[in-house]
């Protein structure tokens, strides 16, 4: 049976080359996209190539950015912009094929087997990438290869304007030399589980026993090993977008806090932000997770799962600030965020009465006796729950989210 072709499409530090599209007088220059310009708080988002080549990289604090590059032209997000390009991006994949997954407002999959058979892969790639700099002044890299994982792999190989081709064959001699922590999937905190059992590179990972990674990291312990090998059997499925697993939001501080009331009211601006975003898209869940990064940049994190699922903003507070407090040490804080996860529709929501929730129980009997008096009299039926109507939001203001896949369930 033929290999399947698939391709990965990754834009090139997007959102500063959407700026530089948009004003061609920021073209050649060293810019960067970034929260709080004005303050010259928050973290850089992401910069121009040029402004790498300076030394700015994406989470780099603004200060320290501009201390190091003082010519360096900071720009405030324009989230809109950046969704309207990646809609315009993704409508120019689907006219090639349907089959497109969208994994971030910048990036995404293809499957381009069934085209491959009377089109070269390469030539297909390469008219791609050439009509979106073209009708969109945007670059890009794509990675073409039998799967998911080596597609992502293979993009990344050459930046900006890279069409890569990498094949299974060709593991050993490219992937398998480099250290571990390269490999898509792996973070900082797996590479040194791995180096702390004499895992150091990419093919020590491949050739590993898979009963010892299980005993170290579970079940992602035998996926990486199949990753390294080359294997990976997910199809690019179009319908991902519509799986919301979890709302979240964060935000980096503007330095290292360790002010009570400011954490306090922090956690009540996401608690708030992540319940807007529930409302938008009609959802609830029942696992409350808390992100702290603190001044020594080490992340941790802490979770809570409940009986009833949560979406007010109150709730969601409530119980990620319990979580905070619990925890905290006092050690400064530079990140904090709040994640919902574990989501069903709010239409899905059973609620088990307990002494807590009886009393409103209780209260909404009224409206039930009034309900039931109405169709008495006018027939079964007469009077039935509004039809909900999803609203359109940009609540979300980071690239982290999800958001802007509602863009492509139109």
């Not at 200060?63 to 809609?87: G, H, I, Q, V």
Request: glycine share 4%; aromatic share 8%.
């Amino acid at each position: 049976m033929a290999a399947n072709i698939i391709f990965h499409l990754d834009m090139n530090s997007f959102y500063a080359s959407v700026e530089q599209a948009h004003d061609p007088s920021l073209k050649g220059k060293p810019i960067a996209v970034a929260g709080n310009v004005k303050e010259r708080r928050g973290i850089i988002v992401t910069s121009s190539y040029e402004a790498r080549a300076k030394g700015i990289y994406t989470t780099m604090n603004v200060a320290e950015a501009k201390r190091l590059c003082p010519e360096l032209l900071l720009l405030p997000p324009d989230f809109p912009k950046y969704r309207a390009a990646s809609a315009a991006i993704f409508s120019i994949l689907r006219s090639y094929t349907e089959i497109v997954e969208p994994v971030s407002i910048d990036e995404g999959y293809m499957d381009v087997t069934e085209l491959s058979k009377t089109r070269h892969p390469l030539q297909i790639a390469e008219e791609i990438q050439q009509r979106i700099l073209h009708e969109l002044d945007l670059p890009c890299s794509i990675g073409i290869a039998p799967n998911k994982f080596l597609a992502k792999t293979a993009s990344n190989m050459k930046k900006p304007m890279g069409i890569t081709v990498l094949r299974i064959r060709e593991l050993k001699e490219l992937l398998w030399p480099l250290p571990v922590v390269s490999m898509h999937g792996v973070g900082e905190k797996t590479a040194k589980k791995l180096n702390s059992i004499q895992i150091f590179t990419i093919g020590d990972l491949a050739n590993a026993n898979e009963r010892t990674l299980y005993s170290e990291l579970g079940k992602n312990g035998v996926r990486l090993i199949k990753r390294a090998n080359g294997i990976d059997n997910r199809a690019v499925d179009p319908n991902s977008i519509f799986d919301t697993k979890s709302v979240g939001n964060s935000t980096t501080l503007p330095r290292d806090e360790s002010e009570y009331y400011i954490l306090k009211e922090t956690f009540e601006k996401l608690s708030k932000s992540v319940a807007e975003r529930l409302k938008v898209k009609y959802l609830a869940g029942t696992t409350i997770t808390i992100q702290i990064r603190n001044y020594d940049w080490q992340n941790s994190s802490r979770s809570k799962t409940v009986r009833n699922a949560v979406h007010q903003a109150d709730e969601i507070f409530e119980i990620a600030w319990k979580l905070f407090t619990d925890y905290w040490d006092e050690t400064p804080v530079r990140l904090l965020g709040v994640t919902v996860s574990n989501v069903v529709d709010q239409s899905e929501l059973t609620q088990q009465l307990n002494l807590f929730n009886f009393e409103q129980h209780i209260k909404d009997e009224p409206i039930v006796q009034l309900v039931d008096l109405i169709e008495t009299k006018f027939g079964k039926g007469a009077i039935k729950r509004g039809v909900r109507v999803k609203s359109k939001s940009y609540a979300s203001k980071t690239s982290f989210s999800k958001d802007f896949l509602d863009d492509h369930m139109k």
